[in-house]
């Protein structure tokens, strides 16, 4: 079974210059999430999918974060403009349907703001 | 009071020692229970679930649950410096299928 993909690796980019986060989950699985996380922190929930549709984005700073899910597959996360306080990982995970599995993680895209 | 709470660390032993990582949790509706292990520069891998009160072991981890105290706890036997490590503790919250984060113990086995 192949797992969740992600890319880019890293990206290192300017303040106030955008940014996109491309993923895509283990075949099959439902529900896609967008973890963010800072060093020394643990992973911060910013969107839920379940297919296409939103589940939770209370923790997605909409006003400069968005993100997609087309077709109920592939997710990408966009980040217009960037913020020096962006500078983390982030990381895409995906489960099955609606069941409590732990989540397999992708490899993560680390993103450096300068 | 944070959702999920452990201490930072690090958290040393020496090789061949119990190495025991604890997390509590504020919400008292959650039922599922996981415990990541995440080296410098990589993404958290899962290495144990938990949904019942008690103890569930597999090789060298055991992953102890209470959910009167809202507790929940991994222990590493025969600790290994490759058991070095960032271990995350992740419970279900909200009610739905989100996991939710703790901030990690670096644990540290020593030769």
């Known amino acids: 079974e192949a797992g969740v993909a992600q890319s880019p690796r890293y990206k290192i980019i300017e303040k106030r210059q955008s940014v996109a986060f491309w993923c895509n989950p283990i075949?099959?699985?439902?529900?896609l999430y967008w973890y963010q996380q800072i060093l020394g922190q643990g992973p911060k929930l910013l969107i839920q999918f379940q297919n296409n549709g939103v589940v939770d984005d209370s923790q997605l700073p909409k006003d400069r974060f968005s993100a997609e899910r087309l077709k109920g597959v592939d997710s990408t996360l966009k980040i217009q403009p960037a913020k020096l306080e962006d500078s983390a990982v982030y990381l895409c995970?995906?489960?099955?349907?609606?069941?409590?599995?732990?989540?397999?993680f992708g490899s993560g895209t680390r993103l450096t703001v300068v | 009071q944070k959702e999920v709470e452990q201490n930072s660390g690090p958290l040393s032993v020496p090789e061949g020692a119990i190495a025991s990582l604890n997390c509590t949790y504020s919400d008292r509706v959650s039922q599922s229970f996981f415990w990541y292990r995440q080296y410098s520069g990589k993404s958290p891998e899962l290495i144990m679930s938990?949904?019942?009160?008690g103890d569930k072991e597999d090789g060298r981890f055991t992953a102890q649950l209470n959910k009167a105290s809202q507790y929940v706890s991994l222990l590493i036997r025969d600790s290994q410096p490759s058991d070095s490590a960032t271990y995350l503790c992740a419970v279900n919250t909200g009610g739905g299928n989100k996991l939710t984060f703790g901030t990690g113990t670096q644990l540290k086995v020593e030769l």
């Open positions: 075949s099959g699985h439902a529900t």
């Open positions: 938990i949904y019942s009160n």
């Open positions: 995970a995906s489960s099955p349907r609606q069941e409590i599995y732990g989540y397999t």
